[in-house]
Nanobody, 120 residues
Framework: QVQLEESGGGLAQPGGSLRLSCAAS????????MRWYRREPGKERELVAT???????NYRDSVKGRFTISRDNTRNTVYLQMNSLKPEDTAVYYC??????????????WGQGTHVTVSS
């Protein structure tokens, strides 16, 4: 199975930047699509960005032009560079991936989440 460990959250001022990382470890054939979700206080979890194994990104409208998702397949790691942060970006950010298991099953895994707070 896959374990996902996020890092890089914290406090940033409006207009500031943070970079989240998420490293996958464990037993698997390969990591396929990787995603970042977030859950704002009192709201449902929402998809922020996705990236295919080939590096094709996709973003929710509210973060386009401000956030950049990337990945390093040699390190099984996905990143989320967050620039021009706004208070409404405050949330717990979760890493998610689809992976192919040793038994060739398509499975999903979630990280524990990392807190991002944008405040002056």
């Amino acid at each position: 199975q896959v374990q996902l460990e996020e890092s890089g959250g914290g406090l940033a001022q409006p207009g500031g930047s943070l970079r989240l990382s998420c490293a996958a470890s464990g037993r698997f054939r390969r990591i396929n699509v990787m995603r970042w979700y977030r859950r704002e206080p009192g709201k449902e979890r929402e998809l922020v960005a996705t990236i295919t194994r080939d590096g094709v990104p996709n973003y929710r409208d509210s973060v386009k032009g401000r956030f950049t998702i990337s990945r390093d397949n040699t390190r099984n790691t996905v990143y989320l560079q967050m620039n021009s942060l706004k208070p409404e970006d405050t949330a717990v950010y979760y890493c998610n991936c689809q992976f192919t298991s040793d038994q060739l099953r398509l499975l999903e895994s979630w990280g524990q989440g990392t807190h991002v707070t944008v405040s002056s």
